[in-house]
């Protein structure tokens, strides 16, 4: 079992930056490979980042690419997305997920999920 929390969801000007923290406990989560995925207000949860288990390989969205970075660090057992140049349009609920196979896309492939935290972009 993993439990996956996220924190570091707000309120932020158009342009502006946040950095998004998951914390996953249980004994095997740094072995997880990680995603994020987000869900705006009327539509289907999307995919946004993932990281592999070992953090040497990351991959994203080509909506956030270049303006977003999924890091890891398994010591603290941590993943974090760091959210720059931010647009109204990223204003969504964000959740981290967690699947103990390789880096994957799809939604369906994670095994846990966090509750999610709210990002809001002003204009």
């Known amino acids: 079992q993993v439990q996956l929390v996220e924190s570091g969801g707000g309120l932020v000007q158009a342009g502006g930056s946040l950095r998004l923290s998951c914390a996953a406990s249980?004994?095997?989560?740094?072995?997880?490979?990680m995603g994020w995925f987000r869900q705006a207000p009327g539509k289907e949860r999307e995919f946004v980042a993932v990281?592999?288990?070992?953090?040497?390989?990351?991959y994203y969205a080509e909506s956030v690419k270049g303006r977003f970075t999924i890091s890891r660090d398994n010591a603290k057992n941590m993943v974090y997305l760091q959210m720059n140049s931010l647009k109204p349009e990223d204003t969504a609920v964000y959740y981290c997920a967690a699947r103990s196979g390789g880096a994957n896309v799809l939604m369906r492939a994670y095994d846990y999920w966090g509750q999610g935290t709210q990002v809001t972009v002003s204009s």
């Open positions: 249980g004994r095997t989560a740094s072995s997880y490979a």
């Open positions: 990281i592999n288990w070992s953090g040497d390989y990351t």
